[in-house]
Structure formats: structure tokens, C-alpha cells
């Protein structure tokens, strides 16, 4: 009997081994079939943690380590900013496995260092850099204090560093609201200072200048978001073929911007930039339909908008396209500063909607537009598309739903701001105000004879090749503010009254980059993230009932399971 247990228990033994030593074949046979076949499992629905094509094939060619250098973090961050920091690294470690190692980060907290002095020669050299800080107020058991947090991330790559802005905001978002935009937006930023660094030779663009286009100092925060990009000129073309072409009938600039002009264009002029685009040159036009005197507003209250006539309806009319004479005017719109007190008095500012300013939305799914913040505009107009053969045209953006339009010549007077109009009056929608043009043109020039093109050095074409345009009907989309008299730019789509920052910055760089060919980074911004928040209401409403159902529940059943254990246990050694 004892023998026969014995032998049992030898042979429980011998197959217990048999079973170890088989999962550690098994086990290890896994690890070596591991090595050599990659793969990352992600169960989300949006596929959150999955990079796209574009981001795999950045993290891939990285030639040496780009190392981040990662500034949100400190003690006691408030909950979001917490989110924000673990999905940062989250998408970092995505970016490392795909790249093989060679994307490293750390994760520094700039307030770390006691002493006062060193931390403030940091902070200061972090806002050098390029990074904004944020006071957050910290609450300790000696009391409140400050704390200092960079929400950002300075990129060290190929030699070169280069600033990135982790937290993001559009608009007058809330604090969760721009979390969730910022974590949306990661994977661009990421893409996006890799490929700054990345960039070996940067393509020539073009400012055309001569028709009373914005000067220097109104588009220099489009210049400097561009010059990260691009190599940038300005231009006149004064008649001559040369400008925007060589010799060969190739052209000089990746594309061209027309800025705002207020004068006549030549048919000279429009003839070279016409052969420009027949032999495969992009145009971004920025186009006021309206002349209207901004320093008379500004004076005396009111002005008047009437006709500009810059000689270009006829080309814009050939490659399908006509700016209409209106004014738009739209519920959904900027404020100004009017003065409420009565005459003689002492001044009262208040801000109210100024009508004339509108914040103009995306609309559609292009690369261009996706994920757009507001675009603020400025005594706009519309735009309609004409049907031309061969040419595909995509609305890029529209008024909203409650709009206005104003026939010229229009009075604009500030006085409107001070009248409570009701939206109703508002009765038109969704106003075209900005289109791609995509495909092949035919010359405004066709069957004529071009005088600076008969010679042979300068090839004159009738049609073009496939290529692409952009047309806002309204220059000040690309004019920052100015301060200190003129001597100081603004940024870029940055409103002074409401100290908001609105989209007119990025839209100008995804039209750049998409006419330039260089639309793989929109493709990731395009994508969408399904970001689950709380019923805030809900959570108030019944805050205690799941507060307890957290706390009891749990301990219930481990004393259930608990309690089944031992009946359990007590059954099987009672037979």
C-alpha cells in the first residue's frame, strides 16, 4: 500500500517536471520566434496607440538618437496634465519601438532644483527656447505656493534643438477640453519636429510684391512659421519672364503668395504668373474682393467698402473661381473695444461682437482643414466656384450657420456692435470663403499672342500639367497685428482684445505644405481620437452613490470569495 503511493507520487513528480521543463522550451522557443517578428497589440477602437504609416516611416529613418527632452512634469500636477504626461510618453514609447531605440526621452521637472537663483536661470533659458510656462498653484500643508511648469518639450536631433509645445489650446477652450486636443495632436508634433530637423534642403517660396501687397512686417508671423519650412523670397516681377522662371522653363519657386494687394496687376505681370503656373507652379491667393480704409474705421468709426479692382477677376473667372463684391457678416464672429460712455465723459471700454471679424470654421475632410481651430478673418467676401473641365475644387472653409452678407459699396460703421442684433437676422449659411483648386489649367492667355514669352528663352504654354491652387477671398488671413507703432509683429492669428489664438497660423502652413507636396504631416493630424470624458453632471449628481459602490463593493466580494474558499475547502477535506 505505502509502495504504491510512493510510486504515485514519483510519477505526479515526473510529470510535473515534464510540464516545467516543456513551458520552458516553450517559453523559450517563444522568445527566440519574438526576436525576429515585431508586432505591437492595440485593442483601442480608434487605434490609439497605433502610429500611422507616416510616423512608422519618420521613427524608421532616424539617422542617430533624437532625444526629447520632455518639461511636463513636477509635484502635485493637476489630474489632466497628468493624463498629458502619460499619454506624452506613451506616444514616445511608441515612437522608440519603431525606431529601433534611437528615439530617447527624459522627463524633467524644472522646479526641482532648490535653489531659487538656478531655478530661474532655467526658466529663463526654457522661455528662450521657445517654451511658454504656466503658474499652477500648488496646495501644501504650510499653504499655497507656485509652481513654474513648461508644458513642453525641446527636441535635440542632427545637431540642432528645436522647441515643441505639448499642451495646445483652440480658442476658448476649457482646461479638459484642450487636454484632449493636445493629446489628439501629439502625434503631429512629434512627426513634425523630427521632420523640421530632418529637412536638408528647404524649397524656395515667393512673396510677390509690387501691387501693394502686405509688407514685411505684416506677414512676419506667417514668415516665421514658414522659414521653418521653407526657404523664403520677395519678389517683383516688373514684366519680367525671369522671375518666377529660369531659363530652361523651369520654375524658380515651389510656390508663390499673393498677400493683399490693393493695385492694379499688369497684363504683363499676370501673363508671368500665368505661364508660372502652366508649367507646374503652385499660387496661394489671399485676395480682398473689397478695398476698404481700416485707418478711416479706426479714425472716425465708420468707412465704406467698395469694388477693388486689381485686374484679376478674368484670370481667377479662367481657372474657376469668382470673388463676389459682398460683405460677410456672421453671428459667430471676434470682439472690439467700443467706448459705452456717454459724451463728455470718462471713457468706458467694453468688448462687443464685432460682426465684420468673423471666426471662420473648417469644413469637409481635407488633410488641409481636419482638426482646424478657428480661422479669424476680416471684412471677408465670398467666393463661388465656376465649372471648368479638367479642375476638381474643394471648399476649405465656410461662414456658419447664422450669416449676413452686404452688398457693395457697404457702410461699416462700429455702431454695430453696440446693437443687440438678434441671430435670426442672420439668414444665410455656411458662405464659401476659402477653395483648392486641383488638376489642369488652361492660360487666360490661350490663342492670344505673349509678347515676353516669344522669344525662346521663355517657352510660352497654353495648358499645364497637373498642379494646384488656393484662393481666400480675404488677405488679412495671412496679417498679423502690430504694436509699438508698427516696430513689433504680433502672432499670427493672435486677437489683442480677447488675447486668443486662433488658427490662422496653421491653416497658412497646411496650405504651404499641401501646395509644396509635403501633405504626409497632414495626413496625421487629420486623424481623430474618440476622447470619453465624464458626464460632469452625472459625476456631481451621484458622486457619493459611486464613491460607495468603489469602496464597498470590492471588500464584499473578496469576503464572498473568501467565504466560497472555505466552504470550498472544508467540502473537499471533509470526504
Not at 448 to 466: A, T
Not at 538 to 556: A, C, D, E, F, R
Request: charged residues 20%; glycine residues 8%; contains cysteine.
Amino acid at each position: 500500500m505505502v509502495e504504491g503511493k510512493i510510486n504515485n507520487t514519483k510519477k505526479s513528480a515526473g510529470r510535473d517536471l515534464t510540464k516545467l521543463g516543456l513551458s520552458l522550451v516553450s517559453l523559450f522557443l517563444l522568445n527566440y520566434i519574438g526576436s525576429f517578428v515585431f508586432h505591437r497589440f492595440d485593442l483601442t477602437s480608434e487605434k490609439r496607440y497605433t502610429l500611422s504609416p507616416q510616423s512608422k516611416n519618420i521613427a524608421e529613418n532616424i539617422q542617430g538618437i533624437a532625444f526629447f527632452k520632455v518639461y511636463l512634469e513636477g509635484k502635485k500636477l493637476p489630474a489632466g496634465l497628468i493624463r498629458l504626461r502619460d499619454e506624452t510618453k506613451e506616444m514616445l514609447d511608441e515612437f522608440r519601438a519603431y525606431s529601433g531605440g534611437k528615439i530617447q526621452y527624459e522627463f524633467i521637472d524644472p522646479s526641482a532644483n532648490p535653489n531659487e537663483e538656478e531655478r530661474q536661470s532655467v526658466y529663463k533659458q526654457l522661455y528662450k527656447e521657445g517654451l511658454a510656462p504656466i503658474n499652477l498653484e500648488v496646495k501644501e500643508s504650510s499653504g499655497n505656493s507656485e509652481q513654474m511648469i513648461f508644458p513642453g518639450a525641446i527636441l535635440s536631433y542632427r545637431g540642432q534643438d528645436i522647441s515643441m509645445e505639448i499642451l495646445q489650446n483652440q480658442g476658448n477652450q476649457g482646461p479638459m477640453a484642450a487636454v484632449n486636443y493636445s493629446i489628439e495632436e501629439l502625434e503631429y508634433d512629434i512627426d513634425n519636429a523630427i521632420h523640421k530637423l530632418s529637412l536638408d534642403i528647404k524649397p524656395k517660396i515667393a512673396f510677390i510684391q509690387g501691387q501693394g501687397e502686405l509688407d514685411s512686417m505684416q506677414t512676419a508671423g506667417a514668415t516665421k512659421v514658414l522659414s521653418e519650412y521653407y526657404r523664403i523670397w520677395s519678389i517683383e516681377i516688373n514684366h519680367h519672364s525671369g522671375a518666377l522662371m529660369d531659363s530652361g522653363g523651369g520654375i524658380r519657386y515651389k510656390a508663390i503668395i499673393i498677400a493683399k494687394p490693393d493695385t492694379v496687376f499688369s497684363e504683363p505681370d499676370k501673363l508671368v504668373i500665368d505661364q508660372y503656373i502652366m508649367h507646374g507652379g503652385r499660387v496661394f491667393w489671399l485676395i480682398d474682393p473689397l478695398y476698404t480704409p481700416m485707418d478711416t474705421l479706426a479714425r472716425y468709426g465708420k468707412t465704406m467698402a467698395f469694388p477693388n479692382d486689381i485686374n484679376l477677376d478674368d484670370m481667377l473667372f479662367q481657372y474657376g473661381v469668382r470673388l463676389n463684391n459682398n460683405v460677410v457678416l456672421d453671428y459667430q464672429c471676434a470682439a472690439i473695444a467700443i467706448n459705452t460712455a456717454l459724451e463728455g465723459e470718462q471713457p468706458q471700454w467694453e468688448l462687443a461682437p464685432w460682426f465684420y471679424e468673423p471666426l471662420i470654421g473648417p469644413t469637409g475632410n481635407s488633410p488641409i482643414v481636419k482638426n482646424l481651430s478657428l480661422v479669424e478673418f476680416n471684412i471677408a467676401s465670398t467666393l463661388d466656384t465656376i465649372k471648368v473641365p479638367g479642375v476638381k475644387k474643394t471648399i476649405l472653409l465656410t461662414t456658419s450657420k447664422s450669416t449676413k452678407l452686404q452688398s457693395s459699396p457697404a457702410r461699416i460703421s462700429t455702431g454695430v456692435a453696440k446693437l443687440h442684433l438678434s441671430e435670426s437676422v442672420f439668414n444665410k449659411s455656411f458662405q464659401p470663403v476659402a477653395v483648392l483648386l486641383e488638376g489642369k489649367f488652361t492660360s487666360l492667355y490661350k490663342g492670344r499672342i505673349p509678347h515676353p514669352f516669344d522669344s525662346p528663352k521663355y517657352y510660352y504654354l497654353p495648358e499645364s500639367g497637373p498642379t494646384a491652387m488656393i484662393v481666400v477671398s480675404d488677405g488679412d488671413v495671412i496679417r498679423n497685428e502690430t504694436e509699438l507703432q508698427g516696430r513689433n509683429a504680433l502672432p499670427l492669428g493672435w486677437d489683442r482684445y480677447t488675447e486668443q489664438q486662433y488658427g490662422n497660423k496653421d491653416f497658412i502652413l497646411n496650405c504651404m505644405n499641401y501646395l509644396c507636396g509635403d501633405s504626409s504631416l497632414l495626413a496625421v493630424r487629420g486623424r481623430e481620437l474618440q476622447i470619453r470624458l465624464l458626464d460632469e453632471k452625472k459625476v456631481s449628481l451621484h458622486k457619493t452613490q459611486w464613491q460607495v459602490i468603489n469602496l464597498v463593493v470590492p471588500i464584499l466580494l473578496i469576503i464572498i470569495l473568501g467565504l466560497v474558499l472555505a466552504a470550498a475547502r472544508k467540502a473537499k477535506y471533509a470526504k
